[in-house]
Every structure is written in structure tokens, then in C-alpha cells.
């Protein structure tokens, strides 16, 4: 059957197809991809950016208009002396006959003037600073950093105060500068963290081997990839100028010449508004305030979900995925035997919503027996961790299960349960005690700054509180001497064990209550082939002691067919061939499979492609080198 290419290529199932170049065949035609809908669209639609925009914009619209629109003089007076709202005076006069509404129009300009001059100037002190420091480090990383921490630990408020009554007469420009040049240290901080985590990014290398200048790498190279913290940052700043500025009008600090909301605030506050409550006088700043305050925390938020997937809200996911689950159909639920102990029937994992949506794993059907070991492959991008994490209810937004079923039955109780439709101190009760999970990079998964004792005996904690602690220890002490590690590596930290000895230590932490299905995803990862075949010696020896079921996730097919008795292959979402580890080994049935095994060269084959006709000319070849 004819390759499909209607599915979404990756840059590693490019290079694959490369490799294999041919057809291949697949168990059912991808979908088309859907053409993916402009980004600012789908924002749009976030109801509390539409709340904030809006507000945004009428806030904006006054700060432009209001002089203009601003039926009298902010500074006028009158004999309508302390007047509640009424049609003259829409929201009533001072203690002087001032209008305030008129006030509060005029205010609105310097007020959002200063907060975005303020930020502005906060911005780009926080990107020199922050960025420089972080890429630069040495000296000038160190100066930059004391610097920076020296504004964050003196308070930013009272130094404000004492700037501004410095530059008091220089008008609102010093209000800016005040605020500009005191409150940037947060933002350099953030920056400076995250330009640590990107300076020794490949693309940033690549561009110092090209020999582009300094200036060029931080403005060019690495700021354009903090786009989403520099939003963050950004947004912060400017409503730190509209708030810092309010506080420094109310202390009467700023410039006594001009209106702003802060300023009206000052005035009532001095006429006593609070204390006679003429509520119309203070009340209409301080809700402006708040409001365009709100407006850009819920503008901060919408762009952070529109970034980062994992941050959008779930809430019309859910109740979609709860009205899109399908059940799988009876006859896939017949009964295969009493020693079936997972059945995944139907199972489709979508990545997106809407017209961007993507099918990462389509309609899969897969059956686990006891004591099975069910090798999962594929070339990266084909599904094989989204499938393993489905199973165990632990994707991530914005994947989701959209049909299928997960449906386990423990060999300690009778009781079938779908795991897909377990509430969620069910779902707590099941994981781990029955089915447990190596992830696939040790490293990442293990906590740095814990012992390997508390990580054990946290598992233990968690699921068995009525263990005592000298219960706990002893139970880790049994798991170290379970997968062969000294027990007096229970004090040590992650980073002093080997590769080999942290895999060996997340499966002691994986058996740790005796699961029935242990899923490894990749756990021989970036370790070399003595430690592989030390880990998959100590997992075959441990399924042969206690029986549990595993479901092995790699990319590695040959790793697969020695250890596997079931060999699923797996690409671009589709189980394309499933058979026992000798059949696919023998007589793989598809194109696609076939071409997997011969990715690889044996060491044999080689051999004879140098000319060389038999194992003894091998060796001989071997020892003249």
C-alpha cells in the first residue's frame, strides 16, 4: 500500500524517511492536516482578552479625547460647593466647586502617559541589564547582577520618593525618570535567568562560530526568543509606572501643576473625602485605576495561554472531550482470556482544537496479558509516549483523549475499571500501586536536592500512610537491594549515582508497590550499550520475579525484538503492525516495518560491504587494524 503523506512531518521522521527512502505502509490513511487558523484569531476569542481589550480601548479613547471632551476647566471653581452627581455635574463637584468628571477626563492622559513612558524606560534598562549580564557572565555578568540585586533588595518605594522630591520641579518628565530608573531590577532579574538557559543554546553557538558581534547575538539571536517573558515583563513594568506614579500624586510628591487620577485622589484625601463620605470624589479615580490595573493582568494572562499551550483554560475542553468520548464498540470488549489485563480499544489522542486540531495517536487497539512484555516502537514524532501517557491519564494540555478506552482489570479484584472514566482519587488509588511509570530521562525526573531515600519513601508516604517511618526505611532499604544498588546510596542525591544507577533507582521507585503494568518510555535513553543492557537485565530479571506486565516504549527496534514478547509498530499515530517479537523479526509483514529492520546494519553485513566474505576474514580484518 502507498505511502500516505498527508501527515505532519517532524524534522526526525523527515530524516527517517530519508534514510528509508520508499514507500511504506500504515494501517489507515492519516488525515489531511487542517489549515491552521491565524494565532491573533483564535486569541480574539478568549473572552477575558475581549473584557480586557475593550477596556483597554476605552481607557485609551479617554486618555486622547478626555481634554477635549471634558465639559469644564479641571481647575474652575464654584459655588457648587461638595455637590453629589447630578445633571450639571455628572460625578459631582470638590470642595471647591470643581468638576470632577472633568478632572478625572484630563487625569487620564498624564496617568497613562507616565505609566507607558515609565515602562518603556523600565523595558530597555531590564533587556541591557538583564539580557547583558545573563549572556556576557564573568565579571560583567557579576557586576551586573550585584547591581541589579542591590535595586531589588532596597525598597523601590521610599526610593521613589526620595528621586522624586528631588526632581519635584522638574514636572511630570521626573515622575517618569523616577519610576523608569528605580523600578527595572525585577524585570533584569527575570531576563538574566532566562538568558542563562538560552546562551549555550546551539543557535546561540552557531552564531558565535559565525563570528557575529556580541551586540548582534543578544539583540538578534536571544532576545527575540524571550518574546513571551519580554511580554511578561513588559506588561508588569507598565503597571507599575501607573500605580508608582498614583502613589507618588496621592503623597503629593508629583507635579503639583498638572491632573491626573493620582492628584484627585491627593485632593480628596486632603479635603477629608473619606472621613465626610463624599464617595464621588475618590471613588471614580480609584475604580480607573483598578480597572485598567485589571486590564493588564487579564491581558497578561490571555497572551501567556495564546504561548503556552499548557497554560489555556480546560474548561470547554473538558466538556468537549466529555461529549466526543465514544465508547468502543461491545464486540471489542469480548472477553480474550483471563489473563487480558489491559485492553486499549479505540483510542485517539488530538493535540489543538478546532481547525488546528492534530490526531496524534488514531483509533489504536492494543491488548496486554500478564507477565507480557509489549514493545512499543516507531521513529520519533510517531505517537509511542502520547499513546503511554494516555494510558496512564498523565498528557499534558492541549493534548487530549477524544475516543476510546483504557480498560484494566487487576488480578487483585475481579472488577474491570475504565481508566479514562475514573474520577480523580480513583485515578490517585490506581496509579503507582497498580500501574507505575519510568519516565524517560532520569535526570529530569529524579528531584536534585532530595536523597533517594525521600524520594522512596515519599511514594510510600503518599499511598501507604499507615506505614511508620522505620516501616518506610526498611521498604527502601528492600527496593535498593531489589535492582542491585548498595543501600548506603540511600543518602546520596541523584547527581552523584551513574546514568544506570538513577534508571535502576526510578524502577525501584516504579516497584515500589508492587504494580501489576510497569510503562518504561525510553529508559535506556542517553545511556551507552553496557548500561542499556544492565538496566534491561535487571527489568527482565525483576518481571521474572514478580510478574508484572510491561509496556516497553523505545525508538530502538532491535532493543525491542530481544526483550519483547508482543512488538507493536507504531507511525504517525497508527499501529501499522503488530505480531510477536519472532514474526516481526522473521517476516514482517509490512513495508514499513521491513524498511525499520534494515535501518540499521549489522555488523556482519558491513563486513561483507567492505569485501570481506566470512566471519573468520572478519576477525582477521579486525586484528590487522
Known sequence: MPENNNHTSTPENRELEIEIDGSVAVAAPAAAPARRRPRGLRIARTPRLIVAVVLLAFFALMAIFGPLLAPYDPSSTSLDFSQGPSAAHW????????????QLLVGAQLSMLVAVVAGAIAVTISIIVGVTAGYLGGWWGEILGFVTNVFIVIPAFP???????????????????????????????????????????????????????????IFCEIVPNLGAILLTVSLFLVLFGLLAAAGLDFLGIGDPNSWSWGKILYWAQSASAFATGAWWWYVPPGLCLALLGMCFALINLSLDEAINPRLRSTRRRKHREAATIAPAPAALHADEGDDALLKIRNLTVTYGEGESAHDAVKHVDLTLHRGEILGLVGESGSGKSTLSHAVTRLLRPPGRVTTGSVVYKSSRSDAAVDILTLDIESLRALRWSEISIVFQSSMNAMNPVVTIESQLTDVLETHRPEMTA?????????????????????????????????????????LALEPQIVILDEPTTALDVVVQREVLDEVLRLRTELGFAVIFVTHDLALVLEISDTVAVMKSGDIVEIATAEQIHREPKQEYTRRLLTAFPTLHSEARGAGITDDADFSKAEVSR
Do not use: K
Not at 177 to 187: D, E, P, Q, S
Not at 471 to 479: G, N, P, T, V, Y
Open 159 to 217: 526610593l521613589m520618593i526620595l528621586a522624586a522630591s528631588v526632581l519635584r520641579g522638574v514636572g511630570w518628565l521626573g515622575t517618569v525618570l523616577v519610576i523608569g530608573l528605580t523600578g527595572w531590577a525585577f524585570g533584569a532579574r527575570l531576563l538574566r535567568a532566562q538568558t542563562l538557559s538560552l546562551r549555550n543554546r546551539d543557535f546561540v553557538r552557531a552564531a558565535v562560530a559565525r563570528g557575529e558581534s556580541t551586540f548582534r547575538i
Open 91 to 102: 460625578l459631582g463637584t470638590t470642595q471647591s466647586g470643581q468638576d470632577i468628571l472633568s
Open 470 to 510: 522505620a516501616q518506610r526505611h526498611q521498604r527502601a532499604i528492600e527496593l535498593l537491594e531489589l535492582v542491585r544498588i548498595p543501600t548506603d546510596r540511600l543518602s546520596s542525591y541523584q547527581h552523584e549515582l551513574s546514568g544506570g544507577m538513577r534508571q535502576r533507582v526510578m524502577l525501584a521507585m516504579a
